[in-house]
């Protein structure tokens, strides 16, 4: 006996409702914010949404590129059209992770001429927190960020203090300069939704460049999005279905790629040492999710998730000595992967 469909409670029906508003305010916001960073930065569209999907997803960003491509100056104008606070740390071999979390000192009372043990906050107590060059500290001072972008928290003398909301990491590695660096270890590039690869401007981007930099131009952004419509808009996100067919393809492709999986395809077992663990998946669904909003779509398509897989899982993969010695790239396997893996067949949504 076919059973009748569930009567849609008011209470569902509200709430309908009312994610379908947010998600217009979400593509109105995006939009706005868009034009803001247009004003200072040029270019960069793919690198600008892939950074809005994390904000969104309420993930971190790994940015590489070559010196001179307006890194930093993106992240600044992200923050103010934001109406976020913003902090920099510029990573030196000799910075300590005090000087990130923050350290106690001894502190005088004016009143009662007691000294007492005071926690000075570091650059770390912000909402978007710019890592520069941070594969140029090394590891113990890395590692100071590991609790803050996955606990939203700093620990210190036995006390735990909240970081702000919404809270972001973005950080930046240079790909050409390897001297005297610490490559981030897998578990700390596994904290980052995104690895984002930073590329040159076209002709026509790069002349524009010389035009704005050369001159007397000078361009104000506006705040247009405010830190709690963000954690507003986070919420959205995690609401937006998953169809049955992209979860199955997302957990199809992670396994594929993990060389001691029963599911594992047969070159990634010559070519992969070590897959992507299950927060690859769980992050591929949340940007999924968002720029399925971002595109003024209700739920996910392969398009979301194909479109994302690189960013999600080029800094999950390592390759085996057989690749690299074969000139095989990371990118080169997931896009061999996303070719030999089939979409599954659609259901109703």
């Not at 593509?27 to 868009?34: H, I």
């Not at 913003?86 to 009143?111: A, K, S, V, Y």
């Not at 897959?275 to 968002?290: C, E, T």
Request: overall charge negative; aromatic content about 4%; hydrophobic content about 40%.
């Amino acid at each position: 006996m076919v059973q009748p469909p569930p009567i849609e409670s008011a209470a569902d029906q509200v709430a309908t409702e009312q994610d379908a508003a947010k998600a217009a305010e979400l593509v109105k916001s995006v939009q706005q914010v868009r034009q803001q960073v247009a004003r200072v930065v040029v270019g960069q569209d793919e690198v600008i949404e892939q950074l809005l999907i994390a904000i969104l997803s309420r993930g971190h960003c790994l940015l590489e590129g070559v010196p001179g491509l307006a890194k930093t100056l993106m992240i600044r104008t992200l923050a103010e059209s934001m109406h976020l606070d913003f902090h920099r740390i510029q990573f030196t071999p000799d910075l300590m992770p005090g000087d990130i979390t923050g350290t106690e000192i001894i502190q005088e009372n004016p009143e009662t001429g007691h000294r007492d043990m005071v926690f000075e906050r570091g650059p770390v107590f912000t909402q978007m927190l710019l890592a520069d060059e941070i594969n140029r500290t090394p590891p113990k001072t890395q590692a100071a960020l590991l609790e803050a972008m996955q606990e939203h928290e700093v620990t210190a003398g036995g006390k735990t203090y909240k970081l702000s909301e919404p809270f972001f990491v973005l950080a930046t590695q240079n790909p050409i300069e390897q001297e005297g660096t610490y490559p981030l270890p897998e578990a700390q590039r596994d904290r980052f939704l995104f690895h984002v690869v930073v590329d040159y401007p076209s002709r026509d981007e790069e002349a524009e460049i010389l035009d704005r930099t050369t001159s007397t131009f000078d361009a104000e952004v506006q705040p247009v999005v405010t830190g709690d419509q963000i954690i507003a808009f986070q919420k959205t996100v995690r609401r937006v279905p998953l169809p049955p067919h992209v979860k199955e393809w997302i957990l199809d492709a992670v396994r594929a790629v993990r060389p001691r999986d029963p599911a594992c395809t047969g070159w990634a077992k010559e070519l992969v040492e070590w897959g992507p663990g299950p927060r690859a998946s769980q992050q591929l669904v949340l940007a999924s999710k968002a720029r399925a909003l971002m595109h003024g779509r209700p739920h996910v398509t392969m398009d979301d998730v194909q479109c994302l897989i690189l960013p999600v899982l080029r800094h999950r993969i390592v390759p085996t000595f057989t690749a690299e010695a074969d000139g095989i790239t990371v990118d080169d396997l997931i896009l061999r992967l996303v070719a030999d893996l089939k979409p599954k067949a659609a259901s109703a949504i």
